[in-house]
């Protein structure tokens, strides 16, 4: 594992962090690292029914995402205000993750792996090259003089649903922990049992060519070099 002691989590949706990094962020804030998480949108359109209102489901999913990330022990959550399938990499969105992270100063990001092939859903793609933009905004002292913040430059990008890990992570001893974040999500589980059984598979078969009965992958950008 990464010497970390301040870490930001960030998902393109509510319930994206939890799904391919709850067990690192439950890791870490039970090992005392203090995380942060934060969502570009607040995933108003994260439905299959016509009917439903975009507002009141993003209020529903914002409060899913909070408590979630209370039960994961995370410190707190950030809403950055894009609207959920219109997030694009733009200026003013890098500087908005350069600001967060200048705020937050984590020694760690994580994020989408927006490099991997076939990555569908053109927010969760927008969001991993906004993080990985965003770091480097952030961590030089003359880029984005106007945030008016001193520049922070972590040590680590850890990318989430890639193709190429070389982080693997045991959390085999927080997995129920981020079986419960799931649930939270209750607007976007289904059935709990089936959810359940899909992580558990799914965390044993990352975990399983590493001797491990659970475990998340990642990979990682080490930012000093670069």
């Known amino acids: 594992m990464l010497t970390v002691r301040r870490a930001l989590a960030i998902g393109a949706h509510p319930d994206d962090v939890e799904l391919s990094a709850g067990g690192l962020v439950a890791r870490w804030a039970s090992e005392g690292v203090h995380v942060e998480l934060a969502c570009f ?5 994260g439905t299959s029914d016509p ?16 408590a979630a990330a209370s039960v994961l022990g995370a410190r707190d959550i950030h809403f ?7 997030l694009e990499v733009t200026m003013p969105w890098r500087l908005a993750v350069a600001r967060l992270i ?8 994580v994020g989408h792996d927006p490099w991997r092939r076939w990555l569908l859903h053109p927010d969760h793609r927008a969001a991993g090259f906004l993080t990985v933009d965003g770091v480097v905004a952030a961590r030089d002292p003359l880029y984005a003089p106007e945030l008016d913040l001193p520049a ?16 693997i992570v045991d959390v085999s001893r927080v997995l129920g922990t981020k079986i419960a974040a799931l649930r ?3 607007s976007q589980v289904g059935d709990p049992a089936d ?12 975990g399983a060519p ?3 009965t659970a475990a998340e992958a990642f990979h990682t950008l080490d930012t000093r070099g670069r």
């Open 210 to 212: 590493y001797g491990l």
């Open 102 to 109: 200048r705020s937050v100063r984590p020694d760690v990001v």
């Open 184 to 186: 939270a999500h209750a």
């Open 41 to 45: 949108t607040a995933g108003e359109k």
């Open 195 to 206: 959810t359940e059984r899909r992580i558990r598979t799914w965390a044993a078969a990352v």
């Open 152 to 167: 922070h430059r972590p040590h680590t990008i850890l990318l989430y649903g890639t193709e190429e890990p070389d982080e």
């Open 80 to 86: 950055l205000g894009a609207v959920d399938g219109e």
């Open 51 to 66: 009917a439903a209102d975009p507002a009141e489901l993003g209020r529903t999913r914002r409060a899913e995402a909070a």
